[in-house]
């Protein structure tokens, strides 16, 4: 089964992770030639303890890589180098440009799984604490926190930070393009409402084991 990694002495990619349709790709065992494409995309941000890696996660910068082929005790490495796409280069995007939204958008993806994670926790405590009388008062807490992360299924309903941080996250995800000043300040504001929510949450229910 092979997999991809940066190299340790890549130019690009970086962040860790390996990516192949999500995860490491597992080759079928018959005899003969077998064929495997990357996408160079790392994973996706982690949606449910189901589904841990979303598809469509950051697509990994030009640079120097590594391809390695697991058949049990068996293991061969061999180096791969992803070059600049000519269109971009004519844009005058550099491989800096590319590397800089790489290393925003797993940024980003990280905040959206944060996000995610502290939604099914909220969303497990309410679902515990329910139909409690004596856990009432702990409830409306949690409900209080939850309304400020979740976006109400109502249509136009106020969009909350859940839905902020995944616009964020396709906005800049979506082409190739070096972020702008307004992304990165818009990640640090979102940075610090999580780390409001999450720390409320952890005063209510106690920290995550």
């Given at each position: 089964?092979?997999?991809?990694?940066p190299?340790?002495?890549?130019?690009?990619?970086?962040?860790?992770?390996?990516?192949?349709?999500?995860?490491?790709?597992?080759?079928?065992?018959?005899?003969?030639?077998?064929?495997?494409?990357w996408?160079?995309?790392?994973?996706?941000?982690?949606?449910?303890?189901?589904?841990?890696?979303?598809?469509?996660?950051?697509?990994?910068?030009?640079?120097?890589?590594?391809?390695?082929?697991?058949?049990?005790?068996?293991?061969?490495?061999?180096?791969l180098?992803?070059?600049?796409?000519?269109?971009?280069?004519?844009a005058?995007?550099?491989?800096?440009?590319?590397?800089?939204?790489?290393?925003?958008?797993?940024?980003?993806?990280?905040?959206?799984?944060?996000?995610?994670?502290?939604?099914?926790r909220?969303?497990?405590?309410?679902?515990?604490?329910k139909?409690?009388?004596?856990?009432?008062?702990?409830?409306?807490?949690?409900?209080?926190?939850?309304?400020?992360?979740?976006?109400?299924?109502?249509?136009?309903?106020?969009?909350?930070?859940?839905t902020?941080?995944?616009?964020?996250?396709?906005?800049?995800?979506?082409?190739?393009?070096?972020?702008?000043?307004?992304a990165t300040?818009?990640?640090?504001?979102?940075?610090?409402?999580?780390?409001?929510?999450?720390?409320?949450?952890?005063?209510?229910?106690?920290?995550?084991k």
């Amino acid at each position: 089964m092979p997999d991809f990694a940066p190299s340790d002495d890549e130019e690009g990619g970086g962040g860790g992770g390996h990516r192949g349709g999500g995860a490491v790709v597992r080759l079928d065992s018959s005899v003969g030639m077998h064929r495997v494409t990357w996408d160079l995309r790392y994973p996706g941000p982690w949606q449910s303890a189901t589904r841990p890696e979303e598809p469509n996660g950051p697509v990994g910068a030009p640079g120097k890589y590594a391809v390695r082929l697991t058949n049990g005790t068996y293991v061969n490495t061999r180096p791969l180098t992803v070059i600049e796409d000519p269109r971009n280069t004519a844009a005058g995007l550099t491989t800096a440009d590319l590397q800089a939204q790489f290393e925003h958008n797993m940024r980003v993806r990280d905040l959206v799984s944060e996000v995610n994670q502290l939604v099914a926790r909220a969303r497990a405590a309410q679902q515990s604490l329910k139909g409690k009388p004596d856990s009432a008062s702990q409830l409306d807490a949690i409900d209080s926190v939850a309304a400020h992360l979740i976006t109400p299924t109502v249509r136009y309903s106020k969009p909350e930070l859940q839905t902020h941080l995944t616009y964020l996250y396709q906005m800049t995800n979506s082409a190739d393009e070096k972020p702008g000043k307004d992304a990165t300040e818009r990640y640090l504001e979102l940075r610090k409402e999580l780390d409001q929510r999450k720390a409320e949450i952890n005063r209510l229910l106690g920290q995550p084991k």
